[in-house]
């Protein structure tokens, strides 16, 4: 008990308002306690699935150098159910994850009682609840939102970033686009007078834009011709195809052995067996007797094939401006497999072993994404090969609706910007009553 006690108080996050929202606290007056509640209401308004006038509603922002534990403890919650909470949210959403700048809200029936429920936004799609009072218990819930489809487009005179933002476009839609248009598109090099659009969607909450959705289309205009990417979505796959139908996103194989074992999933809490300590597990291991082929999942240029002491003998991989694999514990290189070589999908690249730090033969599979480690597995690859032509007439139908949109999207002008704010603009707004 004393060690989870601690623990909880050394939460870095709480807010520096503590103070104030204590004295609030103090001050409310007793009178209001036993005030009868209109049964009258016509339309009854809520928040966080509370009725509003029948609660009271304090919302926070959390600072950088204060204790979640000691905040709740100060606003009349028991220690009791401050243990319980993180002890029963650590599985659903702890409240460890509280971050601070973003906005809790305490919860109470009567302005002078402790909180009933406190209420986390870690974003603007979703909600939090934590019930404090009878039964301690979790609820996440996402809002409704209005997916509305906009469009957007540029013409690249610095860089591609410069461009979007130019057009109010957020980050996340140039990582959507780079995507989408990433084996036709060189999006290393892109140069100036470079032009492109987009139709995506955006979701809106009460007519505030809170996030972007997918895009549907999007053209490129560069030295080398103009690439497309539609959205079509059947029971395989949903993602983009080019206008004839091919998938524009190159594809990966799910494992680089044949009948193997996960021994091992990518996961960033795992504890490392020979390390003995908690040590993120960038990888997904794949078990196999020694010398078992290991093969490229994909098409693409050998960037590294050598030795490191945690790797042991490694291979990495370039597959497109995005996608990057590498494949750790090799007991050999397959014969010319070194740096700068070209590779196709399912060339037999090395053979299991356990160089480096290894308990026992496997191959540590990495996969990297725009630079970071990510878990392939959880990736939506495209199929390899063409839609199949029952459902061209179906994807055909959507593609010249789509390119239809994109042919109406105009190039932004110094006086006339085809789109609002950035997103980023909109969603940094805040109405919160106190903040440090
Ligand atoms: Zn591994």
């Known amino acids: 008990m004393k060690k989870k006690e601690s623990s909880i108080l050394n939460l870095c996050i709480g807010a520096c308002i503590t103070a104030m929202a204590f004295i609030l606290f103090e001050n409310c007056k007793v ?17 966080f699935g509370f009725v509003k006038a029948e609660h009271h509603f304090d919302t926070y922002n959390l600072g950088f150098d204060q204790n979640l534990g000691e905040l709740l403890l100060n606003q009349g919650i028991s220690w009791d159910s401050i243990v319980k909470l993180d ?18 809200t305490l ?53 591609l970033w410069d461009a979007m933002v130019k057009s109010g476009l957020d980050i996340d839609i140039i990582d959507k686009m780079e995507d989408a248009l990433a084996s036709s598109v060189d999006f290393w090099h892109v140069e100036q007078g470079d032009e492109f659009k987009l139709v995506f969607e955006r979701k809106y909450i009460d007519g505030k834009a809170v996030a972007n959705g997918e895009i549907l289309a999007a053209a490129y205009k560069d030295s080398r011709g103009e690439h ?37 999933g990518f996961n960033l809490r795992r504890f490392h067996p020979i390390k003995k300590r908690r040590i993120p597990h960038y990888g997904t291991d794949y078990a196999a007797p020694q010398g078992t082929p290991i093969f490229s999942v994909a098409d693409g240029v050998i960037e590294r094939a050598s030795f490191t002491r945690n790797n042991g003998y490694y291979v990495k991989i370039r597959h497109d401006n995005i996608h990057q694999t590498q494949y750790l514990h090799m007991k ?25 730090l290894a ?51 105009y190039f932004p002008s110094e006086e006339q910007l085809i789109m609002g704010p950035a997103l980023s603009e909109i969603t ?9």
């Open 87 to 104: 002890d029963i949210s650590s599985d659903i959403f702890s409240i460890r994850k509280f971050r601070a700048k973003k906005p809790f």
């Open 359 to 409: 308990t026992g033969p496997h191959v540590c599979f990495r996969f990297w994404k725009h630079g970071k480690q990510v878990n392939h597995r959880r990736l939506n690859f495209p199929p390899k090969d063409p839609l199949p032509e029952e459902q061209m007439p179906e994807f055909l139908a959507q593609r010249d609706i789509l390119i239809s949109k994109l042919n109406s999207v």
């Open 228 to 264: 497309h990417a539609v959205f079509f979505e059947n029971e395989k796959y949903a993602g983009f195809y080019d206008l004839k139908g091919n998938p524009t996103r190159s594809t990966f194989l799910r494992s680089p052995l044949k009948n193997s074992r996960i021994s091992s």
């Open 332 to 356: 050999k290189f397959a014969p010319g497999i070194k740096k700068g070589v070209r590779v196709k999908q399912g060339q037999v690249i090395g053979q299991v072993g356990m160089t480096g």
């Open 428 to 436: 940094t707004e805040t109405n919160l009553p106190y903040e440090e």
């Open 31 to 47: 009178d209001v306690k036993n005030n009868p509640i209109s049964k009258n209401i016509q339309k009854v308004e809520k928040l």
């Open 107 to 159: 919860v109470r029936e009567d302005e002078c009682d402790a909180p009933v429920c406190v209420v986390y936004e870690p974003n603007k799609l979703t909600y939090v609840k934590y019930f404090v009072k009878d039964e301690v218990k979790v609820d996440v819930v996402k809002k409704d939102f209005d997916l509305v489809e906009e469009s957007a487009s540029g013409i690249i005179e610095t860089s």
